[in-house]
T-cell receptor, first 113, second 116 residues
């Protein structure tokens, strides 16, 4: 089945630094979603991308839908301690249940004040 | 407040002792699903339901059962839990049938299950 690989697996940074993470697949996706999971909580949607090449921002977060439709990137500028959590990319499979999502392996972000 | 509520949040049990994790949503969503989260594997779908009395297997359904007798509730049942079902479980819902919003899931806070 379709799989999503995220890198890096984890990041330990200082407050104020910029962060970049990416998600790749061997097959195409028509939608890319980025979720964040705070400690002890469920994932919450950050950004949704629906068109190849699309670049979308949400505050300090910027995500891009790769031209090949096989990858996506998430950048966080000027990180703050509340950015701590696990970031997941996700996308619906090309075939199967309409509302299903395939999730990436996650990127753990730790921010030192 | 629109939300998905799971119970219990934490549970430690022993092998073979049947348990149920409840999930309830107050958004009148048709679609509900269960995922499990394991380190290095992300979230994997266990079961899903497109509407009342309509359920189907996800990617990792072995050892689990579900039911959808009412629109708001979607319990996850472990008839005979085993240690490999130790995991963090999430219930999710969505009220959009098709188009771009169909993939925006609302998740519960999670249920951490340990099977000894």
């Amino acid at each position: 089945g379709q799989q999503l690989n995220q890198s890096p697996q984890s990041m330990f940074i200082q407050e104020g630094e910029d962060v970049s993470m990416n998600c790749t697949s061997s097959s195409i996706f028509n939608t890319w979603l980025w979720y964040k999971q705070d400690p002890g909580e469920g994932p919450v949607l950050l950004i949704a991308l629906y068109k190849a090449g699309e670049l979308t921002s949400n505050g300090r977060l910027t995500a891009q839908f790769g031209i090949t439709r096989k990858d996506s990137f998430l950048n966080i500028s000027a990180s703050i301690p509340s950015d701590v959590g696990i970031y997941f990319c996700a996308g619906p499979p090309l075939r199967g249940a309409t509302n299903k999502l395939i999730f990436g392996t996650g990127t753990l972000l730790a921010v030192q004040p | 407040e629109a939300q998905v509520t799971q119970n219990p949040r934490y549970l430690i049990t022993v092998t073979g002792k049947k348990l149920t994790v409840t999930c309830s949503q107050n958004m009148n969503h048709e679609y509900m699903s269960w995922y499990r989260q394991d380190p290095g594997l992300g979230l994997r779908q266990i079961y899903y339901s497109m509407n009342v009395e309509v359920t189907d297997k996800g990617d990792v359904p072995e050892g689990y059962k579900v039911s959808r007798k009412e629109k708001r509730n979607f319990p996850l049942i472990l008839e005979s839990p085993s240690p490999n079902q130790t995991s963090l479980y999430f219930c999710a819902s969505n009220g959009v049938r098709g188009g771009s919003g169909a993939n925006v899931l609302t998740f519960g806070a999670g249920s951490r299950l340990t099977v000894l």
